[in-house]
């Protein structure tokens, strides 16, 4: 189900210490959304990859690892940089995990171009703000939040964009709060309304 790695196996303990149960939940939902969207697409994609970066993306908005300047995508890539070449990883994968992190926040990338920052994308923008929910029928909805709990995600993750927005007004989570009216989007998410009984 998850890769079985060393550097699969240190991500969660990293993910685990330094999240909220909230974000360490959504964390693990968006690294399966993304397995269960490529395998429907025939997205062929480097899961060990897929699942470091799905466990870090947020990793920035961890109060640990928050930077008062740079977006948290940036910050979080620098720190998944980090954490690749301690896991022994060549310095050019440290660099993919750190580029699909980045890219998770910014235009949407074709699978073809990079399959691993299109899945996350899809998987992200599905969790936080319910975009293309016709790729994930209400069955898996109840399953995955039977599974991994939504805690009060859709509001964790409005507050830190909106906390990220007014520190760092140029950032894509500025633009999220202020151009695409994410709290009308999370509000409107359909896993926000679908919490298993």
Same mark, same amino acid.
């Given at each position: 189900?998850?890769?079985?790695?060393?550097?699969?196996?240190? &991500?969660?303990?990293?993910?685990?210490? $330094?999240? +909220?149960?909230?974000?360490?939940?959504? +964390?693990?939902?968006?690294?399966?959304?993304?397995?269960?969207?490529?395998?429907?697409?025939?997205?062929? &994609?480097?899961?060990?990859?897929?699942?470091?970066?799905?466990?870090?993306?947020?990793?920035?908005?961890?109060?640990? $690892?928050?930077?008062?300047? =740079?977006?948290?995508?940036? &910050?979080?890539?620098?720190?998944?940089?980090?954490?690749?070449?301690?896991?022994?990883?060549?310095?050019?994968?440290?660099?993919?995990?750190?580029?699909?992190?980045?890219?998770?926040?910014?235009?949407?990338?074709?699978?073809?171009?990079?399959?691993?920052?299109?899945?996350?994308?899809?998987?992200?923008?599905?969790?936080?703000?319910?975009?293309?929910?016709?790729?994930?029928?209400?069955?898996?909805?109840?399953?995955? =939040?039977?599974?991994?709990?939504?805690?009060?995600?859709?509001?964790?993750?409005?507050?830190?964009?909106?906390?990220?927005? #007014? #520190?760092?007004?140029? +950032?894509?989570?500025?633009?999220?709060?202020?151009?695409?009216?994410?709290?009308?989007?999370?509000? &409107?998410?359909? =896993?926000?309304?679908?919490?298993? +009984?």
């Amino acid at each position: 189900m998850f890769p079985e790695t060393p550097a699969a196996a240190a &991500a969660l303990s990293v993910a685990t210490r $330094f999240h +909220s149960p909230s974000l360490l939940n959504h +964390s693990v939902r968006c690294y399966l959304w993304a397995t269960m969207y490529g395998t429907a697409h025939g997205i062929a &994609a480097d899961d060990e990859l897929v699942y470091v970066s799905a466990l870090l993306h947020d990793i920035g908005l961890a109060e640990a $690892f928050d930077n008062y300047t =740079l977006p948290f995508e940036v &910050a979080g890539g620098n720190l998944a940089w980090t954490f690749g070449v301690a896991a022994g990883w060549p310095a050019e994968r440290a660099s993919r995990a750190a580029e699909i992190i980045v890219t998770h926040m910014r235009d949407d990338v074709s699978a073809t171009a990079d399959p691993e920052s299109h899945l996350l994308q899809v998987a992200t923008s599905w969790e936080a703000v319910g975009r293309r929910p016709e790729e994930f029928p209400p069955d898996a909805r109840t399953q995955m =939040l039977t599974r991994y709990p939504w805690l009060g995600f859709g509001t964790e993750v409005l507050a830190s964009f909106e906390d990220q927005a #007014r #520190r760092k007004p140029d +950032s894509a989570a500025a633009a999220s709060v202020c151009k695409k009216d994410m709290a009308g989007r999370v509000a &409107a998410n359909p =896993l926000e309304c679908h919490q298993p +009984s």
